[in-house]
């Protein structure tokens, strides 16, 4: 099989060959099941892969990810020119032009370099609907700084119109931009645009720091309680443990369950399960793993299940003051 006649698919499949099993599995636990069977299916097939075909599909990995790397920092137009100097004209096209689905240019792109506070001043007397759409597009941790300056009932109003936006057209995108600048800083593309959710404002809520957020929790635990439950549920993830230190794991652990951790770490990753490890006697370790080897295959909705009662227990524990989580926005502290 010659490189230009692989699919993506395929492509895929012999970039994670070529990465290794440990970079694979890390790229493959990013993957939605969906996702992981399609891919397992090429892999499958794929019994050797010679270097003629490993060579060029690295090479346009690495520089699809310069490319982004680049529109990150400062737009298309900055990559073009990057790109040309480090491939040439012609490789430069053809990365953008592969890259074309996914860098139409991003609606509030003149505001992501602006400074918080002066973005703030500049927005505060919007509409709250307003304010919402233009957080969505802002880095996260630009939105946080944004959404803790904002009055506590601003800031409430804000968080219910980001968790129930949708979809937002093309044509009021641009009539807010250019309300705000009086100049179109980007071309939208005419499809609709998925923005908010409450995916998004669970990444903002994840950076803003812990009294903003337990004031906006607290105002909709009033207002809309479902909405709150269902905040609190993503805020805090399973794989998140990772981020706690020794001594707050080490709190956790002595909370769970044994049968719950063996099936919440079911699917974690080994970085994960080394963190829960380290904190845990050699005795209680050689236990929780027979645990988890005697339990054989099991149901993913039940390890699932398993790792949310994990992760309100450490909601919990928090929420007591017992353990700390540190949250971006938050001062370090020692």
Known sequence: MDYQ???????????????GEEAASLILNKLSQEEVEDITVELASMRAVPPELQEPVLDEFYS??????????????????????????????????KLSSIIRSTPFDF?????????????????PQTIALILVYLP????????????????????KRIAMMDRTSPEMVREVERVIEQKLSTVLSTEFSQVGGVESLVDLLNLVDRATEKSILENLDETDPELAEEIRKKMFVFEDIKM????????????????????????ATDE?????????????????????????PVRLRDVEDAQQ??????????????????????????
């Open 111 to 127: 505001l992501k370099k602006t400074d918080p506070v002066q973005l703030l001043s500049s927005i505060q007397s919007e509409h």
């Open 244 to 267: 706690l230190d020794d001594r707050s794991i080490q709190q956790v652990l002595r909370e769970v369950e044994t049968k719950d951790l063996a099936l919440a770490l079911k699917s």
């Open 64 to 97: 699809m990810l310069l490319a982004q790397s680049y529109i990150s920092q400062g737009g298309v137009g900055y990559a073009k020119t990057i790109l040309d100097k480090a491939l040439g004209e012609e490789r430069a096209n053809e990365v953008l032009g």
């Open 5 to 19: 006649d692989l699919t993506g698919r395929q492509k895929i499949a012999v970039l994670l060959i070529g990465l």
């Open 272 to 296: 994960v399960q080394e963190r829960i490890y380290k904190n845990m006697s050699q005795r209680a370790s050689a236990t929780l793993q027979e645990e988890m080897d005697y339990m054989g």
């Open 140 to 159: 996260p941790e630009t939105a946080a700084q944004v959404m803790a300056g904002l009055p506590p009932e601003i800031q409430i109003d804000v968080t």
């Open 309 to 334: 009662r994990v992760v309100n227990i450490i909601r919990s524990l928090e929420e007591r003051g017992q353990i700390i989580v540190v949250r971006g926005g938050e001062d370090q502290f020692i």
